[in-house]
């Protein structure tokens, strides 16, 4: 199975700045998924990235927020831009392999 | 579009109690489903997946789930909960082209009494 690992494990941010989150995977993967867990509440995806594309957003995530880099196939960077509070939040990075989803420890932020 | 249900947002069990964490999915064709546990400070683990054949599932540290097409469920069962089990419980669907995603419930929190 994939081992994920996430830099940082956590972080505390003032407002209106940016924090860039890393994603390293142990093998090589096609696919890539962030995630938003907001306090007390479930999963949702933020954008797919595949390595040589850009990545693919849902609906209410918007990539001058959520700029994603995805320089190979075994690491990725989420950035989270211009942050509220609003933005504090668990954040998860995920790989797919043979129909299994994999998940890193996450990066807690905080919004002050 | 795909959905997830667990209606359920806490659940307190007495340990050595049996376990049943409801699941209600909502998706048009046969659908890939998923429990995961995440525990205090911790990642998101895989407990057991559904993907076709037969519908009693399997998984880690004995949990298993029954797929029922008829009721759209995908019930997890334990049936000794132990004081580790205490977590939080998401059920999951893979959703989108070719499986590209997962999309999740809200989550069960699990409490264990003594």
């Known amino acids: 199975s994939a081992v994920i690992s996430q830099k940082p494990s956590r972080d505390i941010c003032q407002r209106g700045t940016s924090l860039t989150i890393q994603c390293q995977v142990d093998?090589?993967?096609?696919?890539m998924f962030w995630y938003r867990q907001q306090p007390g509440q479930s999963l949702t995806l933020i954008a797919t990235a595949n390595q040589g594309s850009e990545a693919t957003y849902e609906s209410g995530f918007v990539i001058d927020k959520f700029p994603i880099s995805r320089p190979n196939l075994t690491f990725s960077t989420l950035t989270v831009s211009n942050m509220s509070p609003e933005d504090s939040s668990i954040y998860l990075c995920?790989?797919?392999?043979?129909?299994?989803?994999?998940f890193g420890p996450g990066t807690r932020l905080t919004v002050t | 579009a795909q959905s997830v249900t667990q209606p359920d947002i806490h659940i307190t069990v007495s340990e050595g109690a049996s376990l049943e964490l409801r699941c209600n999915y909502s998706?048009?064709?046969?659908?890939?489903l998923f429990w995961y546990v995440q525990s205090p400070g911790q990642g998101l683990q895989l407990l057991l997946k559904y993907f076709s054949g037969d519908t009693l599932v399997q998984g880690i540290k004995g949990f298993e789930a029954e797929f029922k097409r008829s009721q759209s469920s995908f019930n997890l069962r334990k049936p000794s909960v132990h004081w580790s089990d205490a977590a939080e419980y998401f059920c999951?669907?893979?959703?989108?082209?070719?499986?590209?995603?997962?999309?999740f419930g809200t989550g069960t929190r699990l409490l264990v009494s003594p």
């Open positions: 995920s790989v797919e392999e043979w129909g299994e989803f994999f």
């Open positions: 999951a669907v893979g959703a989108g082209t070719g499986f590209q995603k997962l999309v």
């Open positions: 093998s090589q993967v096609t696919m």
């Open positions: 998706y048009g064709a046969t659908p890939y």
